[in-house]
């Protein structure tokens, strides 16, 4: 459709020189109006129209034309708020999760709804993705791949995936507890965590009620795969902490091993997570894998930030003790960029900081080398691997599918200069 917008501009009296890059042009086509650019790019002609036109996979390749057209006719597109474009749905959501923990035992229930309840359940970063993944592949489904459970009407289909956002994130929160207890935490969101306020037994059992809930939902979904993709994120996510607990030297200086283990304890989650909704949505494997890569990055790209915030953020901008990675001998992409600038730090990680001034002193070789700025460039990189999975998604005449790609895209940005 954005070609054949493109052209009606060609042929139109109202057409327009523009010399510029085929993104931005293909941009302009897409949500139906110009770019605006340089005014030394632009030039006004009373000519005729001429062209030049190719077109490939990835859209236009150049496009020029001369045109008769006031330059005030451009205008930029506006930012999108990813979070207001699905807050409805994240409201209804939260009702539903609060309702889904409710047990028998009062101790229990109380335990287990403890990071749902109103005023501590975050930002709901996870089911926002979600969801905004759902709209943006409103896209054609190939009559191949059409069977019997893809006639259900569309409501049928966002219910199934609204399912998908709040099993999601009932896992996380369950992973949540699970690791203040493993880390000895003391604070999450901005308050004491459930451990440290009703003992780590109880901490426990309430991540075992919400993983057995999740799994109840997720069985009533009646899909095999996407069962199958969310076991295997319950599994990646012990295997992601036990990678963690159980290293030796040699791989706790890896940056494979980091990333490997990295991609079990937060990617997964997410990417896999991404699959399960077009799947759902009964797009081909293609398609189901262009949304798991956004998943895998941009989860990648957020524990990269994650990790950064670590040693810059404080306790009460994360909502949770600053420096608790290395103060538990934890070995993140900071420090493992500042090593291959600064050998000594290997003594430090090999005894796991436990040293009275082994903290200190590996903050002062961070803070001599790029490990900061080493990792946010790996992050952005991940971030530009997500944003083209967005980009190579099938063209659609749903305005809507626009608008919440430019919303997905929009939240790569959002995890790069986040600041908690």
């Not at 917008?5 to 086509?29: D, H, I, K, T």
């Not at 099993?167 to 996380?172: D, G």
């Not at 929160?173 to 690791?179: I, M, R």
């Not at 759902?280 to 990790?307: K, P, W």
Request: proline fraction near 3%; charge should be negative.
């Amino acid at each position: 459709m954005y070609l054949r917008w493109a052209l009606r501009c060609l042929r139109s009296r109202r057409s327009f020189f523009y010399v510029g890059s085929a993104e931005n042009l293909f941009l302009a086509a897409r949500y139906g109006t110009l770019i605006r650019s340089n005014p030394s790019l632009l030039c006004l002609e009373v000519s005729g129209c001429r062209e030049s036109l190719r077109c490939g996979s990835h859209g236009l390749h150049d496009l020029r034309c001369r045109v008769n057209e006031d330059e005030n006719s451009g205008a930029e597109q506006e930012t999108v708020d990813p979070f207001s474009l699905v807050a409805d749905e994240l409201s209804t959501l939260a009702d539903r999760l609060r309702s889904m923990v409710v047990a028998e035992v009062p101790k229990l229930a109380s335990a287990a709804e403890y990071f749902f309840k109103m005023g501590v359940e975050g930002k709901r970063f996870r089911p926002t993705v979600l969801l905004l993944m759902a709209s943006a592949l409103d896209v054609p489904i190939p009559k191949t791949v059409i069977d019997g459970d893809l006639h259900m009407l569309p409501k049928e289909v966002r219910g199934r995936q609204q399912s998908i956002a709040e099993i999601t994130e009932m896992i996380h929160v369950a992973s949540l507890l699970h690791d203040d207890v493993l880390d000895d935490a003391e604070t999450r969101r901005g308050i004491s965590s459930l451990n440290f306020v009703m003992g780590n037994k109880l901490a426990v059992l309430a991540g075992d009620f919400l993983l057995s809930r999740a799994c109840v939902a997720l069985a009533s979904l009646k899909n095999t795969e996407v069962v199958s993709l969310l076991a295997t994120v319950v599994e990646h996510l012990v295997t992601g902490e036990t990678m963690q607990m159980t290293t030796n030297s040699e791989k706790r200086c890896s940056m494979e091993y980091y990333l490997q283990k990295t991609y079990y304890k937060t990617a997964s989650l997410i990417s896999n997570s991404c699959k399960a909704i077009a799947i759902l949505a009964g797009q081909t494997a293609e398609v189901s894998m262009l949304a798991y890569d956004y998943g895998r990055n941009l989860g990648l790209a957020f524990q990269l930030i994650d990790d950064v915030l670590d040693f810059t953020g404080t306790s009460a901008s994360l909502g949770k003790g600053s420096l608790s990675d290395i103060r538990h001998g934890i070995v993140t992409a900071p420090i493992l960029f500042a090593m291959e600038e600064f050998p000594q730090l290997r003594e430090l990680i090999d005894r796991s900081f436990s040293e009275p001034e082994d903290v200190e002193t590996a903050l002062i070789y961070l803070g001599r080398s790029q490990g900061i700025q080493k990792t946010k460039e790996l992050a952005q990189e991940h971030v530009n691997l997500a944003v083209n999975a967005i980009e190579a998604l099938p063209e659609t005449i749903s305005e809507n599918a626009h608008i919440s790609r430019r919303a997905l895209v929009d939240l790569t940005k959002r995890v790069i200069t986040r600041t908690k």
